[in-house]
């Protein structure tokens, strides 16, 4: 399924909806959308180690197995 492609498709697809309109933005909404995706890979980060914490070894794994966001960079 798809938390064999990424460990984090509700992020990913919080960052691809957030960049889809682009060049529709104003400065006001690409600032709010920075602000929005830096919040998003920060509260990532925090999760894969409340996960790592939670989970141990068996995340471990699964952390070498399945990228963090972008299916095709490990």
Known sequence: ?????TRHP?????L???WSILPGYSAVDLLVS????VYLVIGTFLEERKLLAEYGDAYRRY???????LPWIR
Do not use: N
């Open 1 to 5: 399924g798809v938390f064999g492609l």
């Open 10 to 14: 509700w992020y990913l697809g919080s």
């Open 16 to 18: 691809l909806l957030i």
């Open 34 to 37: 920075t602000i929005l995706s």
């Open 63 to 69: 952390q070498h197995q399945v990228p963090m966001m």
